[in-house]
């Protein structure tokens, strides 16, 4: 028993980040959604938890879009062919694309904590395949 509790206590002395999930989103050429799809496409993650992106096809990135990035929230921009990895630890609705394929409604919504995404929350000023494809995650994974 005495094993058990100093497990615990050790445990609660971990800095919360050490508990965090790491989450693997591809970037691909195409899947059952369609052309240029990240996959997931809608990712529902806690505060520090930490996304990776992985260019499983060339010519992709992982880029947050202007006005789709929650208060208090970093923007980042990942290099073309390469792997990145970001810690999110601002809660609400983080927009990502593909900046080449931003146009072609390469995107993905990151839901951090529990509020859900609604349509809403897509900009004005996105780009008509990016507002579709939004369009689309959204039904798919309707809150």
Same mark, same amino acid.
């Given at each position: 028993m005495k094993m058990l509790q100093r497990l615990a206590v050790l445990v609660?002395?971990?800095?919360?980040?050490?508990?965090a999930d790491t989450h693997t989103v591809e970037m691909l050429n195409r899947n059952v959604t369609g052309a240029m799809p990240f996959a997931p496409d809608y990712l529902?993650?806690?505060?520090? @938890?930490?996304?990776?992106?992985?260019a499983t096809s060339p010519g992709?990135?992982?880029?947050?879009? @202007?006005?789709?990035?929650?208060?208090?929230g970093e923007a980042f921009v990942g290099n073309i062919n390469e792997e990145i990895e970001v810690t999110l630890n601002a809660e609400g609705l983080w927009g990502i694309k593909?900046?080449?394929?931003?146009?072609?409604?390469?995107?993905?919504l990151i839901q951090v904590g529990n509020t859900a995404a609604t349509e809403a929350d897509l900009p004005e000023s996105l780009p008509p395949a990016?507002?579709?494809?939004?369009?689309?995650?959204?039904?798919?994974?309707d809150g």
């Amino acid at each position: 028993m005495k094993m058990l509790q100093r497990l615990a206590v050790l445990v609660s002395l971990l800095p919360l980040g050490a508990l965090a999930d790491t989450h693997t989103v591809e970037m691909l050429n195409r899947n059952v959604t369609g052309a240029m799809p990240f996959a997931p496409d809608y990712l529902i993650v806690q505060p520090g @938890d930490t996304v990776k992106f992985v260019a499983t096809s060339p010519g992709h990135n992982a880029a947050t879009i @202007d006005g789709m990035i929650p208060e208090g929230g970093e923007a980042f921009v990942g290099n073309i062919n390469e792997e990145i990895e970001v810690t999110l630890n601002a809660e609400g609705l983080w927009g990502i694309k593909c900046s080449p394929h931003y146009t072609m409604g390469m995107v993905m919504l990151i839901q951090v904590g529990n509020t859900a995404a609604t349509e809403a929350d897509l900009p004005e000023s996105l780009p008509p395949a990016a507002r579709l494809r939004f369009e689309e995650i959204l039904t798919r994974h309707d809150g």
